[in-house]
């Protein structure tokens, strides 16, 4: 299961403290490079194994969903030195780790001591994150990823998806506005849906994230929305009655 080193699959919050200290380690000709940020709870759970179901060493105590990286609230760096991968901690490179941590804690992330490469979000606990009290400001490609796998994971428990966390009742298309002179507006005659994302909502070719992104709607861009399918809304921008592919519904709000 390989690594992940998108940023755009880390919280907003972290991403821009990362980018922060991407641009410090230029600038201070430091050769570290980002070896992981968003983890999978099956990459957890196979990592987990390691040393204790499987063959090989201990590599972590956390289980799937325990450890930061399922959040996309934590990031490992580590050595990049003549095309190589460096867990060096000797002479020279000594203060290399140093001056990581250094950086990281004025950046508000926290290294964990045991765990030299691992920076995460600090002033929140895993607790916190496991019952879906994510930080402020999340946004669509954040929430989409962690959403996509939470819905995947069946082995044990998971955190609540970070839409339902802030609070949005789910979308029924059954149920129409009281409005009766909005639907009248529309040749589709169904109920109409506004997009709530703050940088606007990618549309999809079908009902998930592994679809491409057809369109981007606009922040507030208003819709039709012809059917559910699981979290998935098909929408239908012009009003025609012709779908024009899938949003997620946890940014689309009824207009009542
Ligand atoms: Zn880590």
Excluded at 2 to 13: C, G, K, M, Y
Excluded at 82 to 91: A, E, I, P, T, V
Excluded at 188 to 201: C, D, E, M
Excluded at 220 to 229: A, H, I, R, S
Aim: aromatic share 8%; with cysteine; hydrophobic share 30%.
């Amino acid at each position: 299961m390989a690594r992940d080193t998108e940023l755009s699959h880390l919280h907003p919050v972290v991403r821009e403290k990362i980018q922060t200290l991407i641009s410090r380690f230029a600038s201070e000709e430091l050769p570290f490079r980002l070896f992981e940020g968003f983890r999978t709870p099956d990459r957890q759970h196979e990592l987990y194994a390691q040393g204790r179901t499987k063959a090989g060493n201990k590599v972590t105590n956390a289980k799937a969903w325990s450890s930061y990286h399922q959040y996309g609230v934590a990031g490992d760096f580590v050595l990049y030195i003549d095309g190589k991968w460096s867990w060096d901690d000797k002479g020279k490179r000594k203060q290399y780790w140093k001056r990581l941590h250094e950086l990281a804690r004025e950046v508000g992330l926290e290294p964990l001591s045991w765990e030299t490469p691992h920076l995460q979000l600090q002033g929140i606990s895993l607790a916190q994150l496991q019952a879906g009290q994510y930080p402020q400001g999340g946004d669509e490609s954040w929430s989409e990823n962690m959403h996509a796998h939470i819905i995947k994971w069946t082995k044990t428990a998971t955190p609540p998806s970070p839409e339902l966390s802030m609070g949005r009742p789910p979308i029924n298309t059954t149920e129409r506005p009281n409005d009766t002179s909005l639907s009248s507006a529309t040749v589709s005659n169904r109920p109409r849906y506004q997009v709530t994302a703050r940088n606007g909502l990618n549309m999809r070719g079908g009902p998930g994230t592994g679809f491409p992104v057809v369109a981007t709607l606009r922040s507030n861009q208003l819709v039709d929305v012809m059917k559910t399918d699981g979290d998935w809304c098909q929408v239908d921008l012009e009003g025609d009655g012709l779908a024009d592919g899938y949003c997620h519904s946890g940014y689309l709000a009824v207009i009542a």
